[in-house]
């Protein structure tokens, strides 16, 4: 399939355990955060944002957490499923920037093990 | 269901070929996407739309060209494909430009693993 995670760092961790995945960004004019998540074969998909006024942001199973002090993303799943094992990226962008800005991180791999 | 396709899935070709990847979306969506994915790095932005007739360049351009002629389609044209553009391609479409909400989200093809012997 169309995937180039291979040789990503990889964190493995046990079903139903929770994961936290670490991004950290180089532009501090950035303003607005994306995560993605992409399976094996699969295009990238959407799974949660966050401004840059914002620390925390929960959706269902994840949060992004935001320090920009240090330029750090975090994405935490609670209760590890094997359906997200996957590579997760993270992705930064600019407020005074177009799509041309936005800057995509080159990921880490996710491996839930039952 | 809306959706977003991209053929070939998987193409070879000879140095020197040129090569058209196709980029179909039903969303109807006036921003389109192209991108590239490597090893060891993130998706680069390759050519972009925001409408018919509108086409930009992106941070990897060279060597490839874009052509908008309705909101479905965005073919990605290799002139003379070169070993260096071995790679993974995604097209990717979104509903709007950027506005105060933070952005608007990108939906991604399944990619089109390209191979140049």
């Known amino acids: 399939g169309e995937s180039v995670g291979l040789h990503l760092p990889t964190l493995s961790v046990q079903e139903g355990d929770n994961s936290i995945i670490n991004c950290a960004y180089s532009?501090?004019?950035?303003?607005?955060f994306i995560w993605y998540k992409q399976e094996s074969g699969k295009g990238p998909q959407f799974i949660i944002d966050?401004?840059?006024?914002?620390d925390k942001r929960q959706g269902q199973r994840v949060t992004v957490l935001l320090n920009k002090t240090v330029k750090h993303l975090s994405l935490q799943i609670a209760a590890t499923q094997p359906g997200d094992s996957a590579v997760y990226f993270c992705?930064?962008?600019?407020?005074?920037?177009?799509?041309?800005?936005?800057?995509f991180g080159a990921g880490t791999r996710l491996a839930v093990h039952p | 269901d809306a959706e977003i396709t991209q053929s070939p899935r998987h193409k070879i070709t000879e140095t020197g070929r040129q090569v058209t990847l196709a980029c179909h979306q039903t969303?109807?969506?006036?921003?389109m996407f192209w991108y590239r994915q490597d090893l060891g790095h993130g998706l680069r932005l390759i050519h972009y739309?925001?409408?018919?007739?509108?086409?930009n360049k992106g941070e990897v351009s060279d060597g490839y060209s874009v052509s908008r002629s309705n909101t479905e389609d965005l073919p990605l044209t290799l002139e003379s494909a070169a070993s260096s553009q071995t790679s993974v391609y995604f097209c990717a479409s979104s509903e709007s430009t950027r506005g105060l909400a933070g952005g608007s989200e990108q939906y991604f093809g399944p990619g089109t693993r390209l191979t140049v012997t």
């Open positions: 992705a930064e962008w600019p407020i005074s920037g177009g799509y041309n800005k936005l800057i």
């Open positions: 969303w109807n969506h006036n921003n």
């Open positions: 739309s925001y409408g018919v007739q509108d086409t």
């Open positions: 532009n501090s004019a950035s303003d607005y």
């Open positions: 966050i401004r840059s006024n914002m």
